[in-house]
T-cell receptor, first 115, second 112 residues
C-alpha cells in the first residue's frame, strides 16, 4: 500500500529565507507527483506537477524535484514571503493496480513565514 | 476553481437523514473523484469515476454511494448521515493518466 510522508509537519521561518519541504513515498510505481497549496478553510491549489520521467519542475520561486528510484521529492521555495504561509501537500498518482487508480496524499507541511 | 464547482458549500444535517453533494465540471474530463479531509487523516478517497456509469470504491467508501449519469456531474450520497461523516468533502477531476488533478472548493458538512 502506497504511503506518502511529509516532513516536517510544521515549519516556521522568517521572511526572505529559502526553504525545503520534503515528501517521501513507498512505492515508485507512479504516474506523477503533484504539489498543492491549501489555505485555511479553502480548497487545494495545484503548484507543480512532475511526471514520473521528469526530474524537476519550476514555477516562479518554486522548484520541485523528483527522485522516483529513492521515493523522494522536495519543494524548494526561494525568498519566502508571508503570503507563502499555507499548508503544502504532496500527492502521488499511483499506477492502476487491480483496477484501482488514485491520488495518495501526505498529511502536509504547515508553513508559517513571519514578517 | 474555474471548471469545477461543488454544491452546497456548507450544509448542516441531522443524523439519519440522506444527503447528496454535487460536483459539476465543465472540462469534459473523464475522471472524477470524491475525497474527504479530516484533521489527523489528511485527504482520503471515497469513490471515483472513470466514465459515465463507471464508478469504483476508494479506501473509505462505507456509508457512501455515488452516481455519474453525465460526464459533467458526479454525485456523492450519504445514505444515512452519521456524526463520523462530519467532514470537508472535495471533488477532483483529471483528464488523462498523466494529467494533474484540479480540486473544487469543498463542501463543509456537519452532521448533528
Amino acid at each position: 500500500k502506497q504511503e506518502v510522508t511529509q516532513i516536517p509537519a510544521a515549519l516556521s521561518v522568517p521572511e526572505g529565507e529559502n526553504l525545503v519541504l520534503n515528501c517521501s513515498f513507498t512505492d515508485s510505481a507512479i504516474y506523477n507527483l503533484q504539489w498543492f497549496r491549501q489555505d485555511p478553510g479553502k480548497g487545494l491549489t495545484s503548484l507543480l506537477l512532475i511526471q514520473s520521467s521528469q526530474r524537476e519542475q519550476t514555477s516562479g520561486r518554486l522548484n520541485a524535484s523528483l527522485d522516483k528510484s529513492s521515493g523522494r521529492s522536495t519543494l524548494y521555495i526561494a525568498a519566502s514571503q508571508p503570503g507563502d504561509s499555507a499548508t503544502y501537500l504532496c500527492a502521488v498518482r499511483e499506477l492502476p493496480s487491480g483496477g484501482s487508480e488514485k491520488l495518495v496524499f501526505g498529511k502536509g507541511t504547515k508553513l508559517t513565514v513571519n514578517p | 476553481d474555474a471548471g469545477i464547482t461543488q454544491s452546497p458549500r456548507h450544509k448542516v444535517t441531522e443524523t439519519g437523514t440522506p444527503v447528496t453533494l454535487r460536483c459539476h465540471q465543465t472540462e469534459n474530463h473523464r475522471y472524477m473523484y470524491w475525497y474527504r479531509q479530516d484533521p489527523g487523516h489528511g485527504l482520503r478517497l471515497i469513490h471515483y469515476s472513470y466514465g459515465v456509469k463507471d464508478t469504483d470504491k476508494g479506501e473509505v467508501s462505507d456509508g457512501y454511494s455515488v452516481s455519474r449519469s453525465k460526464t459533467e456531474d458526479f454525485l456523492l450520497t450519504l445514505e444515512s448521515a452519521t456524526s463520523s461523516q462530519t467532514s470537508v468533502y472535495f471533488c477532483a477531476i483529471t483528464g488523462t493518466n498523466s494529467g494533474g488533478y484540479t480540486f473544487g472548493s469543498g463542501t463543509r458538512l456537519t452532521v448533528v
